[in-house]
């Protein structure tokens, strides 16, 4: 087995890599002088089982060919199966056409890409939509991160004495993972109607479910902007929550999200490093970061010996 990584989480693919007690593969991952990406293998990968780590974060364009160049060159050098460990996938959001828009479903664009570049299975966390699984004609694991922070989250509410707790969902769409949340912390559920009029905008509509003098936990599987989560907290405590938590498993933050977070009435957000944090976001005492590398390390030592992750994370 030989773990590689591109460079959108450098950081988190080392600790993977000492997760499992091994050194990251030797490849050479940078540019040449006009932009493009120079990839070079610099060890024998023949008949080996080889995992890439890459995210495709921002930037999202560059971190996508990266790591579809480094899937070529190790498939070109012989390796014998190739997996693609991807924490976040990009693009994701952009999974079908609302009302016969015309717009791309892109989603199914990187799944083709990734397929054509010989990647024989793909392995990641929290996909924004289940429904992408079958945009892929090979095997995809999609990992529940919830079982694994769940400690966490535990950690940080239950320290205050926070046991009358609601867990909310952000959005309709989330309910299935709030309740899956819900379940794990024994607490009631409740949901945020909103309306989204145009990308990364968000108006909240309704308060589904009762929060008057309760903790309130944000689900969500990722941040972005973070306006849709700062809307929400503020609905919960203009409905008589008394605090309000949140969690989401991929740290996007663009635009001015940390600035938004500072100024929310969210008491503490956990986010994970699925996606490389930059330093504001570690400056910023509102959220607690969880890594998601031990988990990944399990995941791919279960891949390479062909057993289940199922029993033990919980996948689709």
Do not use: W
């Not at 397929?115 to 090979?138: M, P, V, Y």
């Not at 957000?269 to 699925?274: A, F, G, S």
Request: aromatic content about 6%.
């Amino acid at each position: 087995m030989i773990l590689f990584s591109g460079n959108s989480n450098i950081n988190l693919a080392r600790q993977v890599a000492k997760n499992l007690a091994i050194n990251l593969g030797n490849a050479t991952v940078n540019r040449f002088s006009d932009g493009e990406i120079n990839i070079k293998i610099n060890q024998n990968v023949r008949g080996k089982d080889v995992f890439i780590l890459q995210s495709t974060s921002s930037p999202t364009n560059d971190n996508l060919m990266e790591l579809l160049i480094l899937a070529d060159a190790i498939s070109r050098a012989s390796a014998s199966r190739i997996t693609a460990v991807m924490p976040y996938f990009g693009y994701a959001r952009q999974d079908r056409r609302v009302r016969s828009d015309r717009v791309p479903i892109s989603a199914k664009v990187v799944a083709n890409m990734l397929t054509a570049a010989k990647i024989n299975r793909l392995l990641t966390i929290d996909l924004h939509s289940e429904q992408i699984q079958g945009f892929f004609d090979i095997p995809v694991d999609n990992i529940y991160a919830s079982n694994f922070i769940i400690e966490d989250i535990k950690g940080y509410l239950y320290d205050n004495g926070n046991e009358d707790l609601v867990v909310v969902s952000p959005d309709i769409g989330g309910v299935q993972r709030a309740r899956a949340f819900a379940k794990l912390l024994s607490a009631e559920l409740a949901i945020v109607d909103k309306r989204r009029p145009e990308p990364n905008k968000s108006e909240v509509m309704n308060i589904i479910g009762n929060v008057k003098n309760k903790t309130c936990l944000l689900v969500d599987d990722m941040i972005d902007t973070g306006g849709s989560l700062d809307q929400a907290a503020k609905a919960l405590i203009s409905n008589n929550a008394n605090e309000v938590f949140a969690c989401a498993t991929h740290a996007v933050c663009s635009g001015e999200f940390n600035k938004k977070i500072k100024e929310s009435p969210l008491k503490k957000i956990l986010l994970t490093d699925t996606i490389h944090f930059p330093q504001e976001l570690e400056n910023n005492e509102k959220i607690i970061k969880t890594s998601v590398a031990p988990f990944l390390a399990e995941s791919i030592i279960r891949v390479a010996n062909e057993e289940s992750l199922s029993a033990v994370f919980g996948i689709n």
